[in-house]
């Protein structure tokens, strides 16, 4: 098979193709593509595009576009990133890209390429590796499952390991976490106050929890700063489509110390066109959802414990509404991997792949 590689630019045709892929390889139940920032990006029209540049990629083979990526490449930085990585099932096709990649990232001075990494710690990044007879949960990577077969293939291994928890749902009576209980006894008692967020409360708090989540997750993998600003605008949509009951904020001495965001799980519904009756859909969904996505923790040093004194509330708003939850993306390793994990029904995992260049 003859394929041809294309960098381009802004051209419209191409753009028109790179956004077409996913259509061509995944069935409606599972894209979960966001074709308008998708569109942004490439015409680096994006309120994260000052921080990056881009190289976008894309292959044919003959006239069909079949694979796809864009590198991303962060002022200072020694590696790049690859992501919005899509392509048929063909290793002689996928090494086109990489192959590509590599030469950028080169002459770019760096020495190594992180993947998948959609241009932005805030946009998605991680390569899914297990459970794909399932559909994809809200905000989860979603990947064909031959994918990390390619990347192994191009040269890549495995960095850092995550993991996303599904717990059952819980029975209607003498269901409740032992541990996170007395946790979250120990916390009130010294003066903790475990609330759900308030809608009119939203404006400050989710400044609050910008600083945070800058101080706390500054040393993950791919964690990149951006202003509050853009923060906001990036999460501004967030105060639309949470379940305010699922979003925990814990005060001490009327400090913002610890935070839990959940979100009903809206499966791929929050991509695409927004009709009617979609419109409908997601009412009905926010108001009462058979399953809630955790998607943010976060707790200041000195405060060791409180986050599952916080799953606390979180446990009875699963049983008061007897619906499951997925504690979503944590890295391998860390405490909150283990919460209830006496009740955890099986687990999705990811992983973030490097390619060394030297």
């Avoid at 028109?16 to 998708?38: H, T």
């Avoid at 996303?164 to 003498?174: A, I, L, T, V």
Wanted: hydrophobic residues 35%; positive net charge.
């Amino acid at each position: 098979m003859m394929y041809k590689l294309i960098t381009f630019d802004k051209e419209e045709n191409y753009i028109n193709d790179f956004l077409m892929i996913p259509r061509d390889l995944y069935s409606p139940m599972n894209i979960v593509q966001n074709e308008k920032e998708e569109r942004e990006l490439l015409l680096e029209k994006h309120l994260l595009s000052k921080y990056f540049k881009i190289y976008k990629l894309i292959v044919y083979k003959e006239r069909s576009a079949c694979a796809r990526c864009i590198v991303t490449i962060y002022p200072g930085d020694d590696y790049s990133c690859i992501g919005f990585f899509e392509s048929i099932n063909d290793i002689e096709c996928s090494k086109l890209l990489f192959e590509e990649a590599k030469r950028i990232t080169r002459a770019n001075n760096c020495k190594k390429i992180k993947g998948p990494i959609d241009c932005s710690f805030w946009i998605k990044y991680r390569l899914k590796t297990n459970n794909f007879d399932k559909k994809p949960y809200v905000s989860e990577p979603y990947n064909k499952e031959y994918y990390m077969e390619l990347f192994l293939a191009g040269g890549y291994r495995v960095a850092e390991s995550y993991v996303s928890n599904y717990y059952e749902k819980p029975p209607m009576f003498n269901y409740m976490d032992k541990k996170c209980m007395e946790r979250y006894n120990k916390f009130t008692n010294k003066g903790y106050h475990i609330v759900s967020l308030k809608e009119k409360d939203y404006d400050i708090v989710i400044r609050e929890i910008y600083n945070m989540l800058m101080e706390l997750y500054k040393g993950f993998p791919v964690f990149k700063s951006i202003s509050e600003e853009d923060f906001l605008q990036q999460f501004g949509a967030y105060r639309h489509i949470l379940d305010f009951s699922f979003v925990k904020i814990a005060y001490y001495k009327e400090e913002v110390v610890g935070f839990v965001i959940g979100m009903p799980d809206y499966g791929n519904m929050l991509y695409g066109k927004l009709g009617f009756l979609k419109y409908i859909k997601l009412f009905l969904k926010k108001i009462r959802c058979s399953n809630y996505v955790l998607l943010y923790m976060g707790v200041k040093p000195g405060h060791y414990g409180l986050g599952s004194a916080m799953a606390y509330p979180m446990i009875k708003n699963a049983k008061k509404r007897r619906s499951s939850t997925i504690g979503a993306l944590i890295k391998e390793g860390k405490v909150t991997q283990r919460y209830v994990k006496n009740k955890i029904d099986s687990s999705y995992t990811y992983v973030l792949l490097e390619c060394d260049l030297e």
